[in-house]
T-cell receptor
């Protein structure tokens, strides 16, 4: 069964510093991986997705993630944090049910990013 | 184009009552999924519908049910509400089933008193 582990429930960085949010996955099939961001009182917004093409994936708002099969990781990075990046970030793996013909997302517990001046 | 829209945004119910939540997918999207997000946790899968048929169900009791209409909008129903049903209920749409990105609405915040 697919699963996702996000290391660090809270991460705090200074404005302008590197952002690194960690995600490790477990998957019995070639994984499809996603990062979503959730601002207070809002739904989830798709940041980027990995779908077995390039291992370095670029997303919106300057974020990118690198798929490393040997480490079963899909960490999210941003070179320079901005105050507006403060939010909750969720890593997710697609969990296909081949017999049922459907697909659901399995989410990690989330990492809350704080950015201070 | 409009994103996924959900209504109502907030709802307060008491234990034992029933609730219906509504979702309109992005235009052209034929699949709708429902997730429950309890405070401090990641979303948990409840249902996926595609072409008006239930295609997947998560580990939720039979008090939870849903349907999809010919225009691909969807309703989630929860009967005999419990305190533990208090959560943010998120609807997501995608073009079809399969490994496609799911696009989320802003959710319905359900509070059970």
């Amino acid at each position: 069964a697919q699963s996702v582990t996000q290391l660090g429930s809270h991460v705090s960085v200074s404005e302008g510093a590197l952002v690194l949010l960690r995600c490790n996955y477990s998957s019995s099939v070639p994984p499809y991986l996603f990062w979503y961001v959730q601002y207070p009182n809002q739904g989830l917004q798709l940041l980027l997705k990995y779908t077995s093409a390039a291992t370095l994936v670029k997303g919106i708002n300057g974020f990118e993630a690198e798929f490393k099969k040997s480490e079963t990781s899909f960490h999210l990075t941003k070179p320079s944090a901005h105050m507006s990046d403060a939010a909750e970030y969720f890593c997710a793996v697609s969990d296909p049910d081949l017999s049922g013909g459907y697909n659901k997302l399995i989410f990690g517990a989330g990492t809350r990013l704080a950015v201070h001046p | 184009d409009a994103g996924v829209t959900q209504s109502p945004t907030h709802l307060i119910k008491t234990r034992g009552q029933q609730v219906t939540l509504r979702c309109s997918p992005i235009s052209g999207h034929k699949s709708v999924s429902w997730y429950q997000q309890v405070l401090g946790q990641g979303p948990q899968f409840i249902f996926q519908y595609y072409e008006k048929e239930e295609r997947g169900r998560g580990n939720f009791p039979d008090r939870f049910s849903a349907r999809q209409f010919p225009n691909y909008s969807s309703e989630l129903n929860v009967n005999a509400l419990l305190l533990g049903d208090s959560a943010l209920y998120l609807c997501a749409s995608s073009l079809s089933i399969g490994n496609q990105p799911q696009h989320f609405g802003d959710g319905t915040r359900l509070s059970i008193l």
